[in-house]
Each structure stands twice: as structure tokens, then as C-alpha cells.
């Protein structure tokens, strides 16, 4: 199946610009400093684990062959695609490992000259992707199919930190990789999810390119509202006058018939619900397409602590305190107090990366 591209025209500049408007990135921010997505942002109200699909953030462990393929995808069609849009739109939160980050920043050079794609591929699309990206070094004590090393050529890597991190988030990763499959460790990237992204992004929105709004421009439109509005905040009494000077001016040009003539002549009404069903048909795929995407494993007392740990953080909408972890281990009838959490969290720096404000995320930032 062709996943239908070019997502970002319509759901990269709503969320950006929402996230903006609802004042996201003065909120909680990531160890690395960036700030909270749109459905992040709302996600932080909702407890993870009564979240709404809707709402919720998909964790996905990936590997290089992926990564490599979403990049050169894009590098050859000349703009990004479904899966590019999705990790930066927030929706899609992308995990992996140190050894599938070295080895796309290996191999990306060598096979981009051989697919004949611009060099130029690599800071467009690979360097943002790679700076969303959740990296996590796995303990060797998390248990993977022993048979795995066996199956695998001698001089290829072997993929057991992918199917210890899968295990350990218990999600499925994104490999084509049968070795993994076979295990039921990983699925390829175009079944169940891919079909929902290209629902989603296969002409139920196209009503929004009418518009030409770019994710720059929505911001940019954002933060001059917000900027005028914060000026008119401290500078009340000069606002109050440009506010009366414009009411004079529009009540003059009221009285020409030329001008009122070419305003009712203009089809407002029209554009506006044009964006109104843009918008409605927008949010109703992305509805769809959450509901089709794999549910966020529970957490268990039959798990290790840092195993659910892990998952809680992995689908977390933003970074958590110590003390927000442990009332979400609680509410799961776990037992595990803010002193065990803190003393967890810290043993495992490779896991888990603290911000500057003291809280904690899942996996740090490629190095």
C-alpha cells in the first residue's frame, strides 16, 4: 500500500499553531528543552491510562531500516511524508536505540548517493527526525528470544536491543526485519497503522490546501495575535485609542457603497464553512486512525517496577514528577513510594532523562 504524503499540509500547521495559541511551549518541557506538542499539551490532563484515543500519544519502537526508508521516502518525492508528519505533528513518538541511530547516520550517506537523492536529504529531513527521536539503552538483564542471535548472519547486527526495548515497552516494533516478526516483536509499517494514516491523509482534508497555510505561517499568525494582545496589555489607555480610531474609521467606510457593495458581493459565509468542514473532517480521520492504533500496554504487578516504569513514561503526554509517578503506580494498585521511584529513576540514567524543573522522561536525545 502508498501511503498518501504530504500529511504536514494539514495536521503539522493545526497542531502548531494550536499548541501556540494555547500556550504549550510556556508549559512542562522535555530534558532537551523543546516544548510540549498540541496533544501533549492536552494530554496532560488526562491521566495515561484513561486517556481517549484521541488524546493519546503513540509510543513506537523503530528501527534504522525504517528511519532510513521514512528519510529517503522523502528525499525522493521532495517533501515530507505520513510518518515524518505524524513524530512532528507529536502524535507519533518515535523510541529506538543508540546502535539504530549510529547505524542510519552511517548508512544515510551511502545509500542517498545510491537511490541518487540529494545530499541535502539528510539536514532536511534526517537531522529534524533525528532530534525527536527517544533513545534508550536497555539493560542486558531484559530477557529476548535466545534463538534471535542464532537466526542472525554473522556479519549483520544483531537486533536483540530492538526486541529487548519491545519487550520491555510491550509494544510491537516497526521492522521489516522476519527475524523479529517471527517473534512477534515487530510488524512492517504498512498494516493496520498505515492504513489509518492514509485514510487520514487521503483527500478527506484536502479542503485545507485551499488555504496554503504552512505550519511557519499559522505560527507566525499565532504569535502576532498573541504579541498584540500582550502589547495591548501593558499599554492600555494607547490600545484604548487605536481601538476607537478604528471603530471611526470602519464606521466611515461603512458609508461607501462601493466598499459595502464588494462585501456583500463576497461569499464569506462560504469560506468559513469550508474551513469549519476542513477542520471537522481533519479531526474526524485523526479520530479514526487513533482508534486503530495499538492501545498502551497496562501496567502489572507481574512486571518489574522499571519495566512499568518505562511503559508509563513511554506513553506519558509530557515529562512526570516523581511524586505524579507514583500516584499512577497507586491508582494501578501498585505499591511503590515517591523515595523508590526517585531511587529508580536515578539508578538508570541510560532509561530515564530528568529536565531541568526535576522531571522525568523516557530515553534521552541521540548523541
Known amino acids: 500500500m502508498t501511503v498518501a504524503p504530504n500529511l504536514g499540509q494539514h495536521l503539522v500547521p493545526l497542531t502548531e499553531g494550536a499548541a501556540l495559541l494555547l500556550g504549550a511551549n510556556r508549559g512542562r518541557r522535555w530534558a532537551d528543552g523543546s516544548p510540549l506538542g498540541f496533544f501533549e499539551f492536552l494530554g496532560r490532563y488526562f491521566p495515561p491510562e484513561y486517556a481517549h484515543p484521541m488524546l493519546s500519544i503513540h509510543p513506537e519502537v523503530t528501527d534504522a531500516q525504517n528511519l532510513l526508508q521514512q528519510v529517503l521516502s522523502a528525499g525522493q518525492r521532495g517533501h515530507s511524508v505520513a510518518y515524518l508528519d505524524l513524530v512532528r505533528a507529536r502524535v507519533v513518538r518515535p523510541i529506538t536505540t543508540t546502535r539504530c541511530v549510529r547505524e542510519v547516520d552511517n548508512e544515510i550517506p551511502r545509500v ?137 474609521v470602519i464606521t466611515r467606510l461603512r458609508k461607501s457603497r462601493e466598499l459595502v457593495a464588494w462585501l456583500a458581493s463576497t461569499e464569506w459565509s462560504s469560506v468559513l464553512t469550508q474551513a469549519l468542514q476542513a477542520a471537522g473532517q481533519l479531526m474526524t480521520a485523526y479520530r479514526q486512525m487513533s482508534l486503530r492504533m495499538p492501545e498502551a500496554p497496562a501496567l502489572s504487578l507481574a512486571l518489574p517496577t522499571d519495566w512499568n516504569l518505562g511503559r508509563l513514561l513511554a506513553n506519558a503526554a509530557g515529562p512526570l514528577s516523581a511524586r505524579e509517578i507514583a500516584a499512577h503506580f497507586q491508582r494501578h494498585g501498585l505499591a511503590v513510594s515517591e523515595k523508590q521511584v526517585r531511587d529508580l529513576l536515578r539508578a538508570q540514567p541510560a532509561l530515564f532523562a530528568r529536565n531541568p524543573r526535576g522531571q522525568w522522561q523516557l530515553g534521552h536525545g541521540p548523541t
Open 112 to 248: 542517498a548517493l545510491g537511490e541518487g537523492v540529494d545530499p541535502a536529504v539528510i539536514e532536511k529531513f534526517w537531522r529534524p527526525l533525528r532530534a525527536r527521536l527517544r533513545v534508550v539503552d536497555v539493560a542486558p538483564t531484559v530477557p529476548y528470544p535466545t534463538d534471535l542471535d542464532a537466526r542472525r548472519r554473522s556479519d549483520a547486527p544483531s537486533d536483540r536491543d530492538l526486541a529487548q526495548l519491545a519487550t520491555l515497552l510491550g509494544v510491537r516494533a516497526i521492522s521489516w526485519d522476519l527475524d523479529l516478526r517471527d517473534f512477534g516483536l515487530a510488524e512492517p509499517f504498512d498494516l493496520e497503522v498505515a492504513f489509518a494514516i492514509g485514510e487520514l491523509a487521503s483527500g478527506k482534508c484536502t479542503a485545507l490546501v485551499s488555504f496554503g497555510l504552512t505550519a511557519e505561517a499559522t505560527a507566525a499568525l499565532v504569535r502576532l495575535a498573541r504579541g498584540c494582545l500582550q502589547w495591548a496589555v501593558r499599554n492600555p489607555l494607547l490600545a484604548t485609542g487605536i481601538v476607537i480610531g478604528l471603530a471611526i
